[in-house]
């Protein structure tokens, strides 16, 4: 399928951040931030009020401003619609409570077979259209990329599996090795969830979308290719026909990196923990990177923060496809005046492909 001509990703084509999903030459690095729209803003916090997240997510006026926030005021080179990934299958009926501090809760989560049924196909429309209407003014009024998501199969399962966010993953791993027949039934029907909120979300404006496998880093990678790797390559690949970059985003997945790449995906995340250059060569030539300045950094004083910024800048070397962000999502204490800096470095320093000073 393609993308209508008046489809808003059309009058986007010279973005800095979809020409560098692409791999094409850009004038400057294109940054954005992974929960740039959130707590570390006041005028986030303001306007929030004290109520559930899922409250202000189902108010299309109110989300498109908390997604309109950081473009405002950091200048970032796309946006990220507020949403969470929980939102689908909350909203299909597996009720997902999201605690402030905590995350997504679960009071009855995923035990046995039976469960699968509180999962039924997602239709878009019907069930999350105020996401769909959230897209749908902020394409109005945005001037750059639009970047939809959700989560990956994998990260919604454990959170359905473990009903609280969890260290160690035990009783998926344990659901995954004792229950394999289960498992890939509750990947695939997550799976296609996934896809139809994603598509939805493309063909309401959005212009990229983000696969959020946060968690599948606890995986190795004999287990991630078994049980893991062909649902999240089912993804990628029945979105292809929308024709807009699809980024995979990880933490803690250095050993899983090439993996994500042949998923399907056109941009592979990484966190902190392997340096830009590294990723580049575990993902391929033919996969863009986006990172990866470890988000705590951004809490101690600007010289820390610009030299580890450069160092990213270094590492990333100018080569095209390289997409500027934190290695995981903005702290909640992060001054947002330093994110207001990194973004002016990034854009100043950030050329291709201009040698930096140390
Ligand atoms: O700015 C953005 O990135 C867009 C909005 C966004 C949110 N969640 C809003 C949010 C996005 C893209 C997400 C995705 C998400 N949600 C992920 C994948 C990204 C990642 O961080 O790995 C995950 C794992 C979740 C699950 C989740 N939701 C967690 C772990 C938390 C934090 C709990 C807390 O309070 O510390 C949430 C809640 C949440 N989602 C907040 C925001 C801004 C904070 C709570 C609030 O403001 O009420």
Same mark, same amino acid.
């Given at each position: 399928m393609l993308i209508p001509n008046d489809h808003p990703s059309h009058a986007l084509s010279e973005s800095s951040y979809l020409r560098a999903c692409k791999r094409q030459s850009v004038e400057h690095v294109p940054v954005w931030f992974q929960? %740039? !729209?959130?707590?570390?803003l006041p005028e986030y916090r303001n306007i929030r009020g004290s109520g559930s997240i899922l409250e202000a997510i189902a108010d299309p006026s109110l989300a498109a401003e908390i997604t309109l926030q950081p473009v405002r005021r950091y200048g970032v080179d796309a946006a990220i619609l507020f949403s969470d990934i929980v939102v689908p299958v909350n909203a299909i009926g597996f009720k997902v409570d999201v605690v402030p501090g905590v995350g997504p809760t679960v009071d009855e989560p995923f035990r046995d077979r039976? @469960?699968? %049924?509180?999962?039924r196909i997602l239709e878009p429309e019907v069930d999350t259209p105020y996401v769909l209407d959230t897209v749908r003014i902020l394409v109005k009024e945005l001037e750059i990329p639009l970047i939809g998501f959700a989560g990956a199969p994998f990260t919604i399962a454990s959170y359905l599996i473990e009903g609280q966010p969890s260290r160690t993953h035990a009783r998926t791993k344990s659901l995954m090795q004792s229950e394999p027949t289960i498992w890939h039934d509750l990947m695939e029907r997550l799976s296609d969830i996934a896809i139809a909120s994603m598509r939805s979300q493309v063909l309401a404006g959005a212009s990229a979308v983000q696969l959020f @496998?946060?968690? !599948? $880093? &606890?995986?190795?990678a004999t287990d991630y290719k078994k049980y893991v790797f062909p649902h999240s390559q089912r993804v990628f690949s029945e979105l292809e026909n929308l024709e807009v970059p699809r980024a995979h985003f990880g933490v803690g997945t250095a050993e899983l990196l090439s993996s994500m790449s042949d998923a399907g995906a056109d941009v592979v995340g990484a966190d902190w923990r392997v340096p830009l250059d590294e990723v580049r060569r575990r993902v391929g030539p033919d996969t863009a990177v986006q990172g990866n300045l @470890? +988000? !705590?950094?951004?809490? !101690? &004083?600007w010289p820390v923060v610009q030299r580890q910024a450069r160092e990213v800048l270094r590492a990333a070397d $100018? %080569?095209?496809g390289h997409i500027f962000n934190l290695g995981h999502g903005v702290l +909640?204490?992060?001054?947002p005046e330093i994110l207001e800096r990194l973004v002016e470095l990034v854009h100043t320093e950030g050329l291709h492909p201009k040698p930096l000073t140390p």
């Open positions: 929960r %740039q !729209a959130g707590r570390s039976s @469960d699968l %049924q509180r999962l @496998d946060s968690w !599948a $880093g &606890a995986l190795s @470890d +988000p !705590a950094v951004c809490l !101690a &004083a $100018g %080569q095209p +909640p204490e992060t001054d």
